[in-house]
C-alpha cells in the first residue's frame, strides 16, 4: 500500500505495505513458538512425567486451536495491526483493548528477551566447549536484539521473508532428528518401553504440567498482527494460522516422541536443550550441528517475530491514543512502525540483562493466558453483535460456541496449574494489570477519541 | 582464548553501530516529514473482502 493522494477531503496518508503472503504468516506465528519445542516443554516432564506431558501436549494443542480458529474467524474481518488489542477494541470496549494491547507487548517483549538470552547461552555454551569459560552472553543479547530491530525497523517483508528461511530450517531439524532416531525399529534407538513409567506424581501432576505445556504452542496467536501488511488479510491470515498450528501439534508430537524415547523422565525434566541431547545420545554428529544450530535459528526467529508483534501491538496504541500518538508513526520509506520498534529494544535489553529466564517466561506466559481468556468472551460477544449474515468473514470456525467454551475451560485449568507453581507470580502480574488499569481509566482514557478509533467498515452491531 | 575476546567486542561494536544507525535514520525523518503525514495511518479493510462483497452485491 502507498501513500494516497492528497486531495482537501482526503488528506495525504501514510500507511504499512501490503506485501505479505500466507508463508510470512506461518513463519510469524509458527518462527515465534518453534524454540518451546527445543526447550522449555520438557518441564512438564518433570511435572507430570512422560505421559502427563503427552496430556499437556494434546490438551494445550487443543486450546491453541480453539485460540487459531476463533483468532482466524475475528482476524478475517479485521485487517488492521494491533491483533487482538484491535479486536478487543471494536468488540468490548476502551478498558479491555488497553489491557490486552499491555498483555500483548508484555508477552511478546519478555519472550523476545528470553530467545536473546537463550542465544547469548548458546553462546557461551560453544565458547565453553571449546575451552573458554565464564564467557559473558551479554554483548551476543544485545547483538540479537538490535540486529533483528534493525531488520524489523528496515521492513517487513525481508524480516518475515527471513523468519521463514530460518524456522523451516529448525522444523526440519526436528523431521530430521525424528528420522534419525529410527522410529521404524522401536527398541533399536528410542526406548520407549524401557523409558515410560506411570504417572509419578498422580493426576495432579499432570495438572501441573498444562503451564509448561504452554511452551509447544505460545504466540501462534501472532500471526494476526501481520493483518495490515498482509495480501488479502480475509484468506491469508486464516491460512496461515491453520497451517501454523497444524505444523505445531505434528513438531510437539514428534518432540515428545524421540525425547521420550532416549531420555528417562527424570533427566528430561531439568534438561536445558533435550532435542540437542537427544542428538547426542543418538551420536551422529551431523545431526548434532544441525540440531544446534535449529536451536539458534528457533531462538533468532522467536525474537524476530516477538519484535514484529509487540511494536505493531505499542503502534496500534499509540495510533488510537491509548498510548501518546507519537508512537503511531509509520516510517515514510520502509512503512514500518518504527518508534514503536525503538521504544521496546531498551525494554527487551533491560529484561533480559536481568537473566531471570524463568521469570521472564512466566510473565509472558500467563500475560499470553490472560489473552486467551479475553478471546473466549471476545468470540461470543462477536458473533451475538455481527452474526454471520451481518459481517462476511475470510474464514468461519466451526462447531461455535463448543471452541470459545473449551478454551475458557482450558485456560482456568492453567491458571491453576500455574497458582500450583507459580502462586506468588500469578498474582503479582494481576495486580501489575490492575494498577496500569486504574492508571488508564484515571489519568490516559481523557486522550482517547473514542469515534476516531473505529475505522473499520462494519455495519451497526445488533442492539445498539 | 582471544578469538572469543574478539567475538564479544565486535558483537558490542556491531550492536551499537545498528542501534546508532536506526536512532539516525529515525531523527533524520521525524526531521524531515511533517507529524501529521507521518502518524496519519488509518486501520485499513481488506481488499478481497471489498471484493467478494462487491461480487455479491453487498454494501
Given amino acids: 500500500m502507498t501513500t494516497e493522494t492528497t486531495t482537501a477531503e482526503n488528506p495525504q496518508r501514510i500507511s504499512m505495505f501490503k506485501v505479505l503472503n500466507p508463508f510470512h504468516v506461518w513463519a510469524l506465528g509458527v518462527g515465534i513458538v518453534l524454540v518451546g519445542e527445543f526447550m522449555g516443554w520438557n518441564f512438564s516432564v518433570a511435572k507430570g512425567g512422560a505421559y502427563g506431558a503427552l496430556i499437556a501436549c494434546w490438551v494445550i494443542g487443543l486450546l491453541y486451536s480453539c485460540v487459531a480458529m476463533i483468532d482466524s474467524e475475528v482476524t478475517s474481518t479485521v485487517a488492521a495491526a494491533g491483533g487482538q488489542y484491535t479486536q478487543a477494541k471494536h468488540i468490548i470496549g476502551p478498558l479491555m483493548a488497553?489491557?490486552?494491547?499491555?498483555?500483548?507487548?508484555?508477552?511478546?517483549?519478555?519472550?523476545?528477551?528470553?530467545d536473546a538470552l537463550i542465544v547469548g547461552d548458546l553462546m557461551s555454551a560453544v565458547a565453553a566447549a571449546t575451552g573458554y569459560e565464564g564467557l559473558s552472553p551479554q554483548p551476543f543479547v544485545v547483538l540479537t536484539i538490535?540486529?533483528?530491530?534493525?531488520?524489523?525497523?528496515?521492513?517487513?517483508?525481508?524480516?518475515?521473508?527471513?523468519?521463514?528461511?530460518?524456522?523451516?530450517?529448525?522444523?526440519?531439524?526436528i523431521i530430521a532428528l525424528f528420522v534419525g532416531s529410527d522410529p521404524l525399529n522401536p527398541g533399536n534407538i528410542l526406548r520407549h518401553s524401557d523409558l515410560l513409567t506411570e504417572l509419578p506424581y498422580g493426576w495432579i501432576g499432570v495438572v501441573a504440567s498444562l503451564q509448561f505445556g504452554m511452551w509447544y504452542y505460545l504466540g501462534i496467536e501472532g500471526t494476526c498482527q501481520a493483518a495490515e501488511e498482509v495480501r488479502s488479510a480475509g484468506r491469508s491470515i486464516p491460512l496461515g494460522t491453520i497451517g501454523g498450528i497444524l505444523t505445531l501439534l505434528v513438531a510437539a508430537s514428534l518432540t515428545w516422541y524421540v525425547a521420550t524415547g532416549l531420555m528417562p523422565w527424570q533427566y528430561l525434566g531439568q534438561a536445558t536443550t533435550p532435542l540437542y541431547d537427544a542428538a547426542s545420545i543418538?551420536?551422529?554428529?551431523?545431526?548434532?550441528?544441525?540440531?544446534?544450530?535449529?536451536?539458534?535459528?528457533?531462538?533468532?526467529?522467536?525474537?524476530?517475530?516477538?519484535?514484529?508483534?509487540?511494536?505493531r501491538a505499542w503502534f496500534s496504541m499509540g495510533r488510537d491514543r491509548y498510548m501518546p500518538t507519537w508512537f503511531g508513526a509509520i516510517h515514510p520509506h520502509y512503512r514500518t512502525p518504527f518508534r514503536a520498534i525503538i521504544f521496546l529494544i531498551p525494554i527487551a535489553v533491560s529484561f533480559a540483562f536481568t537473566g531471570l529466564l524463568d521469570q521472564v517466561i512466566t510473565f509472558s506466559i500467563l500475560s499470553g493466558l490472560l489473552g486467551y481468556t479475553f478471546m473466549s468472551f471476545n468470540m461470543?460477544?462477536?458473533?451475538?453483535?455481527?452474526?454471520?449474515?451481518?459481517?462476511?468473514?475470510?474464514?468461519?470456525?466451526?462447531?461455535?460456541?463448543?471452541?470459545?467454551?473449551?478454551?475458557?475451560?482450558?485456560?482456568?485449568a492453567v491458571y491453576f496449574a500455574t497458582f500450583l507453581g507459580y502462586g506468588a507470580s500469578l498474582l503479582s502480574i494481576m495486580a501489575f494489570y490492575i494498577v496500569a488499569s486504574v492508571w488508564f481509566v484515571m489519568r490516559r482514557y481523557q486522550f482517547v477519541k473514542r469515534g476516531d478509533q473505529f475505522t473499520m467498515p462494519w455495519p451497526r452491531p445488533r442492539g445498539y | 582464548m582471544i578469538f572469543w575476546d574478539i567475538l564479544s567486542y565486535a558483537a558490542w561494536i556491531i550492536s551499537g553501530l545498528l542501534l546508532l544507525w536506526i536512532l539516525a535514520d529515525a531523527i533524520s525523518v521525524s526531521r524531515e516529514f511533517d507529524e501529521e503525514l507521518l502518524i496519519s495511518s488509518r486501520e485499513g479493510d481488506?481488499?478481497?473482502?471489498e471484493q467478494i462483497k462487491k461480487e455479491e452485491g453487498i454494501k
Wanted: aromatic fraction near 14%; charge should be neutral.
Fill in chain 1, 98 to 114: 488497553f489491557n490486552v494491547g499491555l498483555y500483548l507487548v508484555m508477552a511478546y517483549t519478555m519472550l523476545e528477551a528470553a
Fill in chain 1, 146 to 173: 538490535a540486529f533483528l530491530a534493525w531488520l524489523n525497523y528496515r521492513g517487513v517483508f525481508m524480516t518475515l521473508t527471513v523468519n521463514f528461511v530460518i524456522t523451516l530450517f529448525a522444523f526440519l531439524a
Fill in chain 1, 282 to 311: 543418538i551420536g551422529n554428529p551431523s545431526l548434532q550441528v544441525v540440531l544446534f544450530i535449529g536451536t539458534m535459528f528457533a531462538a533468532i526467529a522467536s525474537a524476530n517475530g516477538c519484535i514484529n508483534d509487540a511494536a
Fill in chain 1, 380 to 412: 461470543m460477544k462477536f458473533r451475538k453483535m455481527w452474526p454471520l449474515d451481518v459481517i462476511k468473514r475470510g474464514y468461519i470456525h466451526p462447531f461455535h460456541p463448543i471452541p470459545a467454551l473449551v478454551l475458557l475451560g482450558l485456560c482456568s
Fill in chain 2, 46 to 49: 481488506d481488499d478481497v473482502l
